[in-house]
């Protein structure tokens, strides 16, 4: 009789057994070869350490007896996300090897689909590996192998969302609209520009993961609103995308220095102030309307314009006024927010004869004047608030010259004077600065006569609804019984048929003085005969 040895099935650990199966006699039965017996037991036990050894293995799952299990990889620990075309970012801990050798790693993407294969000669404290993929959501899957074992780990969803900003760039203040794609569907929107979170005008991304046309303003924070290139963040839920906006040369104010506003007359002096100009800058020009004009002043290191000044230039006013930019000599800004509106005004007034800012009713006055409408000839005089015809027009350069002019008319004297100021269609020009005066004035009729005649008394430019007093030289005349007033009405004017008696007197001339309650007075001469 033989000795059988069988293989076993494997054990419920998953390594192999051995059985034994002796098919000799039994040992106590007649007839035993002991000797036999203990040689045949010897070749047993022989064999199974043999089999032993020649059946231990390392199965997919790991390696049993001894040999180290092959470690599952961690999860992944980050993943950042850029914009379109750029990169993904996969990082990972490491596998040791179970002997000698090194643990290769391959990332696959999205099914299988391999896109890069990353190796390393020695274990390392963390991998990472780079993989350039289009817009779009995924799933990665890093793969780490030894020899022929293999231990897999997979990221959850990964979005590489798209964003695009239009204009690329501008200046603070600027409105930027931005749209963008490849989101998680249904989910708020976060803007930061630069370091400032900004109100997008869209709060989420619609059912596709996309939103479009969404606003916000360029932040005007001395950080963010410097020149150069600033990031655009857009996130949703776990994807976020960049771009660039790159804010330029800009103006930050622009007023008068006298008052501030937006508004003046040629002539005046207008202080500008900006960011991300050249540094150091002397050579400036202010962009009036289009037309380079001399900028006093210059940029400091950091390219900050502070206190740099300009005239507003002999220009018509026009509707919509004139746009404002600074030109260093290598850029120019935008033009400012708003625009600046040329104002006209006067720039003489004095009578026509002599040049005086004072006369009677019906003396002619010449004005000048400039910043008016051009080729205007619908001009009137705003004289004390009312107006009145004007003659003349204005150039090409809404210039007012000293041919126009108007004629002073029959109102009161006032304390004060009368206020000038000239209209050119919708537009009237600021008071010129020294007020009119308006001086009385009086006329007899006759000029000459016996002691006790009538004498008719006619003028104008006296205090209104006054009393007047008329006197020859010394000696009062009396006002006659027969019609006529004692006093002015309210244009200051002496009404018709108003008459004195000529006061009994020797035959000579005399000075005639007309005056009102007010102390103004109008002087003429008689011939008592």
Known sequence: MRDRIRDSSRSAAGDRTIGL????????????????????????????????????????????????????????????????????????????????????????????????????????????CLAAVSPGRYEFTVI????????????????????????????????????????????????????????????????????????????????????????????????????????????????????????GPPGQSVRVTGNGFEPNQTSL?????GTRYRLSGRTNSAGTLSRATFIVPDLPDRSGGYSVAVADGTATSPDYLADYTIVPRLLAVGNSSGNAISGVPGTSVSVAGDGFAPNATNLSVVFGGSQYALSGSTDALGTLSAGASFVVPAVPDRSGGYTVAVAAGTETSKTFATPYSVVPEVVLSPSSGAPGGPILVTGDGFAANSLLTVTFGASRAPWTSNGGSEGSDSLGSIPAL????????????????????????????????
Do not use: M
Request: proline share 5%.
């Open 21 to 128: 199966e002796y098919a000799g006699p039994h040992p106590s039965r007649r007839g035993v070869n002991w000797r036999t017996i203990l040689t045949e037991l010897l070749c047993v036990v022989l064999t199974l350490a043999l089999a032993g050894a020649a059946f231990k293995y390392v199965s997919s799952g790991g390696a049993s007896d001894g040999i180290e299990r092959v470690r599952a990889l961690a999860p992944l620990t980050g993943i950042a996300t850029t914009d379109i075309g750029a990169e993904v970012r996969i990082t990972w801990s490491p596998v040791i090897a179970p002997s000698n050798g090194v643990v290769g790693y391959q990332v696959v993407r999205e099914g299988g689909k391999a896109v890069q294969v990353c190796g390393f000669p020695t274990p390392i404290h963390s991998a990472v």
């Open 144 to 263: 780490a192998t030894w020899q022929s074992w293999t231990s897999t780990a997979s990221s959850a969803e990964v979005y590489i969302a798209s964003t695009v900003a239009t204009p690329s760039d501008g200046s603070d203040g600027s409105t930027v609209t931005v749209s963008g794609s490849d989101f998680p569907a249904n989910t708020r929107l976060a803007v930061v520009f630069g370091s400032t979170p900004v109100a997008l005008s869209t709060l989420r991304t619609n059912s596709r993961g996309e939103f479009s046309d969404a606003t916000f303003k360029v932040p005007s924070s001395s950080v963010d609103s410097s020149a150069g290139p600033h990031l655009l963040r857009v996130s949703a839920g776990s994807a976020s995308a960049e771009t660039s906006f790159t804010v330029g040369a800009h103006l930050v104010t622009v007023s008068n220095v006298a008052g501030g506003g937006l508004f």
């Open 285 to 289: 020009s202010v962009v009036f309307g």
């Open 498 to 529: 108003t008459a004195v008696d000529t006061p009994a007197l020797k035959p000579g001339n005399y000075t005639v003085t007309v005056s009102d309650a007010y102390g103004d007075a109008a002087t003429t001469n008689f011939d008592v005969t």
